[in-house]
């Protein structure tokens, strides 16, 4: 009964929070369009995603997040210097394409999410056979070094987590 009610918890608890964080106010009210807000959109959603993602390595879930949030306030800081003290025509910024050896689906949008989450970088395109990302750079000479970055940090430890 409680999993027709609410088929994904967890997306609907995410959900939730991140509609309180968009409404920049924690009330009751705001609260409980939220949790509406969740269930609503995954109980929608559950047609379309009837498998649910198998996480194998919960663990490594907390050190993953962790990483990802210390890259993001390294590279907000790092953007805002280039921003603030750098003149656009000496930008060295590119795409780049990075061979992938993760084949989950979740892992896939996991790591195109964290790319684009991670100011400075965007994921701009999966490929067809979901093999590789294309990725812009705002400032890189060394897209062999961006490539091994982002293998080593994010696709390593999804390989974990998914796989």
């Known amino acids: 009964m409680l999993s027709w009610i609410l088929p994904r918890p967890i997306l609907s608890a995410v959900l939730a929070l991140v509609w309180v964080l968009l409404a ?40 993953y997040l962790g990483i990802v949030m210390k890259d993001i306030l390294v590279s907000n800081i790092d953007v805002a210097k280039l921003v603030l003290f750098r003149r656009g025509d000496t930008m060295r910024s590119q795409f780049v394409t990075v061979p992938l050896d993760i084949r989950s689906p979740e ?17 701009a395109d999966v490929s067809a056979d979901g093999r590789f990302l294309l990725v812009h750079c705002l400032e890189t000479d060394d897209p062999a070094g961006v490539v091994a970055s982002i293998k080593e940090r994010y696709e390593s430890r999804l390989k974990e987590i998914f796989e």
């Open 107 to 123: 892992a896939i949008a996991v790591l195109a999410g964290t790319i684009t989450l991670t100011p400075g970088t965007l994921t």
């Open 24 to 63: 920049n106010e924690v009330s009751v009210g705001s609260v409980a369009l939220g949790v509406v807000l969740g269930v609503v959109i995954a109980k929608c959603a559950t047609p379309f995603w009837p498998v649910r993602p198998v996480v194998r390595s919960k663990r490594a879930v907390a050190p």
